[in-house]
């Protein structure tokens, strides 16, 4: 008999940003990494034999919890990696429910009837993780292994050992990030002790509850970008009264605000068809020293409190990552505390201030490996 563990990754930035990751190559967030250093406590006086984890980093990352912990190799599996979504792969949640509510209902709730130009189907998904799993636990007969793999990947193959046909697979649970699943394989048939386990993230501090993410078919915002002059008053409305709420000192100059946007990225963003904020960048700024600038960033106060905000923060992170950028900063009125713990939860730390007394946060985009003393 094979003794496995199944473990969801930590959350990476399609989960933050509410972008369909599928097998593209996401990465772990810095709450991700606390994740991580969670289920390290977790397994630390567990007995693993081996890991295996999808050969995608999201997961090779959050399976050093248990192969640094244990002096482990990591085995990379393509078997085990998420479904290719096809043409969805990169585009916001709220995109794709935008331009297909009905299809984007099915990915969820009725697997067994969704399709997308491009993708793999849920049927060979579900194969090709349970032949993979069913390899592993052949290999390991006798053993006890630690098996990293994803969401939809997970459910699907959950959902086969527990006899679930595939239209029936929207009826169970979504695992949380680090998820755990104990299952055990004897005599070619899997039995599921328990699923979709999450207490290791009970030590955050943070209730179950506020640590879920959304799933694809929850609200989600698009982005495109802002059309000057068409959206000229769209964008000054947004950012006056962001201005105001902010608690700037600088005194609000519309016209100066014009010129600048007509100069630079700006993207406006979208809760279905209604502009919910705006994002402006700045890709000159301090350049050469490979850092990244956002030079505003509103949410319309309909918007706020929703969870929605950090979406914009995602297309910057993207832009300039894209641009070979390694720091992102954003000045904020020191006396701002709302966007000083907004951006403290997502990474930016304090450096330094701008000449007009601004605070400057900046978030390092340069991903790194987990470590047992980076935690």
Known sequence: MTTMYLIRHAEAEGNLYRIAQGQHDSRITDWGYRQIAALAERFRGEHIDAVYASDLTRTCVTAGAVA??????????????????????????????????ENLERFTVRPDLWHEEGAESMETVRDRVMAALARIAEENDGRTVAVFSHGCALRLALGAMEGRALSEIGTSPHGDNTAVSKVEYENGAFRVLYRDDNRHLQALNESVKDLKRPNGVQPG??????????????????????WAAAGERRLFDGETLLREAAERSVLAAYLEEVPAGVLELNDEKDAAQRIGWIALYCMDAAHRGQGLGVQLLGQAVLHFRALGRERLRIAAEPKNDAALRFFGRYGFVPAGRTADGRAVLEKNLVPGAWTPEKG
């Open 221 to 242: 915002l698009y982005f495109r970008p802002l059309s000057l002059p068409e959206q000229a008053e769209l964008l000054t409305a947004c950012v006056r009264e962001c």
């Open 68 to 101: 640094a912990t244990h002096g482990l190799p990591i085995h990379k599996c393509s078997g085990l990696r998420e479904i290719c979504v096809g043409g969805w792969e990169g585009k916001t949640w709220g995109e794709i429910a935008r331009a297909d509510a």
